[in-house]
């Protein structure tokens, strides 16, 4: 006598149903991610494309850089500047155990300019702009003016897009100098101020402690940034369907997807460069 | 400009600006447009009737080329437009206007630069031939004044005309209006219906209007645009502009093509009830 078995179902009639439900469901995820990655793939290589053919939007790309470039600064300075002070804060309680309070300025800027610098403009930037990109193109999507655009024989991609990539590429790579900077200056005010320690060391080490290395990592990995921030934004903007909520669906997808996107990419690319910098 | 008493469903036509062959599209369920056929010929009005949710707006984009159909073809200036790329199409859709249902303007800039966004997409056109031109058009459509304002500034109706001022400043070749007066109170609606009529009449620029409103589309056939009074006026009784017709969807079917006297004397239980 055969008895069914706890946690199986003994009919096989109606669990293949199940099973086939689930594997359907899960073959038609895995389609729609490939289909999503092949189209924004083939988004992003049109819109670093169009550089090279006109026409080209140059009005467009400095009135971007002024919103990217100009408009983060505050953010990322301020950002920049709490997060090199918490480092100092951090780090010279647990250096003091080893009587190395002196190498606070050079933990300091070793870890903003390599990591912290690049990664944090990259997520704090992603907040502001991928998300105002998303925004701002779904809403032009769901009220046809993305149609009245291409109606008028302007290409979308061309005055929205191509601008606002380059644009946060190279805003990227300014913005992190301003964060490895205000990050070191921070650093640099919880060392005198609250851990009464000597400036002068903790400048001098901080700027001895940097070799070509560690700046050409630190200056790389915005350019990756850049471009995950303005390609994500504007192709879930010009995705955008069903109306506000759609746009407020795109918009969370963007500033999710970029911000996930920056941390991967800036592992890859940290692996990378150490394996062909060789820095240590 | 002559007027017929018996007009014909296909006046004076030589050449075609559109042609649409067979065009049909679903998305994701039943077909919205099946085995869609019709002309549109040179100085020709042709006003698209039927119900919301028919798939007129739908036809509209496809032969701008703004989607693609799943099957069939739009001939426009002679050019097959779904064998073009997105690129070439560009260039032929600047020798279009169109006028979308919503107005579509681009409420981050005034409306100056909505209507001369064409222009100032050119570095070759100078900053004050732009403004020139701009004011052309917004007195062309009654709203000089506008100049400087943003679109949220405006009037639903004022932003209807904005709009086909913007669709008019490069002289295009072939209109499209999608109902350019829905929503829109009696009053407004006749003052964007004698701007459509200026248009065809000054200009005699073809087109192609999208309405469910049967009093503007009769108010199109039977009055004609005076330059010397610059107001529509009334064709003398019996006579219809010879170069004005009527299409009518229903269920994604085209099932009327013809004149306004066809249109009246259809048998079809549909334009009967549509017309009652």
Same mark, same amino acid.
């Given at each position: 006598?055969?008895?069914?078995?706890?946690?199986?179902?003994?009919?096989?009639?109606?669990?293949?149903?199940?099973?086939?439900?689930?594997?359907?469901?899960?073959?038609?995820?895995?389609?729609?991610?490939?289909?999503?990655?092949?189209?924004?793939?083939?988004?992003?290589?049109?819109?670093?494309?169009?550089?090279?053919?006109?026409?080209?939007?140059?009005?467009?790309?400095?009135?971007?850089?002024?919103?990217?470039?100009?408009?983060?600064?505050?953010?990322?300075?301020?950002?920049?500047?709490?997060?090199?002070?918490?480092?100092?804060?951090?780090?010279?309680?647990?250096?003091?155990?080893?009587?190395?309070?002196?190498?606070?300025?050079?933990?300091?800027?070793?870890?903003?300019?390599?990591?912290?610098?690049?990664?944090?403009?990259?997520?704090?930037? +992603?907040?502001?702009?991928? +998300?105002?990109?998303?925004?701002?193109?779904?809403?032009?999507?769901?009220?046809?003016?993305?149609?009245?655009?291409?109606?008028?024989?302007?290409?979308?991609?061309?005055?929205?897009?191509?601008?606002?990539?380059?644009?946060?590429?190279?805003?990227?790579?300014?913005?992190?100098?301003?964060?490895?900077?205000?990050?070191?200056?921070?650093?640099?005010?919880?060392?005198?101020?609250?851990?009464?320690?000597?400036?002068?060391?903790?400048?001098?080490?901080?700027?001895?402690?940097?070799?070509?290395?560690?700046?050409?990592?630190?200056?790389?990995?915005?350019?990756? +940034?850049?471009?995950?921030?303005? +390609?994500?934004?504007?192709?879930?903007?010009?995705?955008?369907?069903?109306?506000?909520?759609?746009?407020?669906?795109?918009?969370?997808?963007?500033?999710?997807?970029?911000?996930?996107?920056?941390?991967?990419?800036?592992?890859?690319?940290?692996?990378?460069?150490?394996?062909?910098?060789?820095?240590? | 400009?002559?007027?017929?008493? *018996?007009?014909?469903?296909?006046?004076?036509?030589?050449?075609?600006?559109?042609?649409?062959? #067979?065009?049909?599209?679903?998305?994701?369920?039943?077909?919205?447009?099946?085995?869609?056929? =019709? *002309?549109?010929?040179?100085?020709?009005?042709?006003?698209? /009737?039927?119900?919301?949710?028919?798939?007129?707006?739908?036809?509209?984009?496809?032969?701008?080329?703004?989607?693609?159909?799943?099957?069939?073809?739009?001939? /426009?200036?002679?050019?097959?437009?779904?064998?073009?790329?997105?690129?070439?199409? =560009?260039?032929?859709?600047?020798?279009?206007?169109?006028?979308?249902?919503?107005?579509?303007?681009?409420?981050?800039?005034?409306?100056?630069?909505?209507?001369?966004?064409?222009?100032?997409?050119?570095?070759?056109?100078?900053?004050?031939?732009?403004?020139?031109?701009?004011?052309?058009?917004?007195?062309?459509?009654?709203? %000089?004044?506008? =100049?400087?304002?943003?679109?949220?500034?405006?009037?639903? !109706?004022?932003?209807?005309?904005?709009?086909?001022?913007?669709?008019?400043?490069?002289?295009?070749?072939?209109?499209?209006?999608?109902?350019?007066?829905? !929503?829109?109170?009696?009053?407004?609606?006749?003052?964007?219906?004698?701007?459509?009529?200026?248009?065809?009449?000054?200009? %005699? *620029?073809?087109?192609?209007?999208? *309405? #469910?409103? /049967?009093?503007?589309?009769?108010?199109?056939?039977?009055?004609?645009?005076?330059?010397?009074?610059?107001?529509?006026?009334?064709?003398?009784?019996?006579?219809?502009?010879?170069?004005?017709? =009527?299409?009518?969807?229903?269920?994604?079917?085209?099932?009327?093509? !013809?004149?306004?006297?066809?249109?009246? #004397?259809?048998?079809?239980?549909?334009?009967?009830?549509?017309?009652?």
């Amino acid at each position: 006598m055969s008895y069914p078995v706890l946690g199986r179902d003994s009919n096989p009639a109606s669990t293949r149903p199940a099973e086939t439900m689930a594997l359907n469901s899960l073959d038609l995820t895995a389609k729609q991610t490939l289909l999503t990655v092949q189209e924004y793939s083939l988004f992003a290589w049109k819109a670093v494309r169009n550089l090279f053919k006109p026409p080209v939007y140059w009005t467009d790309f400095l009135l971007q850089s002024d919103i990217i470039g100009v408009g983060s600064t505050s953010i990322v300075l301020l950002s920049g500047f709490f997060t090199g002070g918490v480092l100092a804060l951090q780090s010279a309680a647990t250096l003091a155990q080893f009587g190395a309070n002196g190498l606070t300025g050079r933990f300091v800027s070793l870890t903003m300019i390599r990591e912290l610098g690049p990664v944090l403009t990259g997520v704090m930037v +992603s907040g502001r702009n991928a +998300s105002s990109m998303a925004s701002e193109l779904g809403s032009m999507v769901v009220t046809e003016q993305i149609d009245a655009m291409r109606a008028l024989g302007v290409d979308p991609m061309r005055k929205l897009v191509t601008p606002r990539l380059y644009s946060c590429v190279a805003m990227l790579f300014f913005l992190t100098i301003v964060a490895d900077a205000f990050g070191i200056i921070g650093g640099g005010f919880v060392t005198v101020f609250l851990n009464h320690q000597n400036g002068t060391q903790y400048f001098s080490t901080a700027w001895e402690a940097l070799r070509f290395p560690d700046v050409v990592q630190g200056l790389v990995k915005p350019l990756f +940034s850049g471009f995950i921030i303005a +390609s994500i934004g504007c192709f879930y903007g010009m995705r955008t369907t069903g109306g506000t909520e759609g746009v407020g669906r795109a918009t969370i997808q963007a500033v999710v997807t970029a911000s996930v996107l920056i941390i991967f990419v800036d592992f890859i690319v940290t692996h990378l460069l150490l394996t062909l910098l060789g820095v240590g | 400009m002559s007027h017929s008493t *018996t007009p014909s469903p296909e006046p004076l036509a030589l050449s075609k600006v559109v042609e649409v062959r #067979h065009l049909s599209i679903a998305f994701e369920g039943p077909p919205v447009l099946q085995d869609i056929s =019709f *002309t549109v010929a040179p100085g020709e009005t042709r006003i698209l /009737l039927g119900a919301a949710g028919v798939g007129k707006s739908v036809l509209l984009k496809l032969i701008n080329g703004l989607i693609r159909p799943d099957k069939g073809t739009v001939l /426009l200036f002679g050019d097959d437009i779904f064998a073009m790329r997105e690129d070439q199409l =560009f260039a032929l859709r600047a020798r279009t206007g169109m006028v979308f249902q919503e107005s579509a303007l681009f409420d981050s800039l005034t409306v100056r630069d909505n209507v001369g966004y064409q222009l100032l997409q050119d570095p070759g056109i100078a900053e004050e031939e732009i403004d020139t031109r701009v004011r052309q058009a917004l007195s062309f459509v009654g709203l %000089a004044e506008t =100049f400087a304002l943003y679109p949220s500034s405006l009037s639903g !109706g004022m932003r209807r005309r904005v709009a086909i001022a913007r669709a008019l400043i490069n002289r295009p070749e072939f209109l499209l209006y999608d109902s350019p007066t829905g !929503g829109l109170d009696p009053v407004t609606s006749t003052n964007i219906i004698e701007l459509i009529m200026k248009e065809r009449d000054v200009h %005699a *620029t073809p087109s192609l209007l999208v *309405t #469910h409103r /049967l009093q503007d589309a009769f108010t199109l056939c039977t009055h004609h645009y005076d330059e010397e009074s610059g107001s529509m006026v009334k064709l003398p009784k019996g006579q219809v502009d010879p170069n004005t017709s =009527f299409l009518m969807l229903e269920e994604g079917n085209l099932i009327f093509n !013809g004149s306004l006297h066809d249109l009246v #004397h259809s048998d079809n239980p549909f334009v009967r009830e549509f017309l009652e």
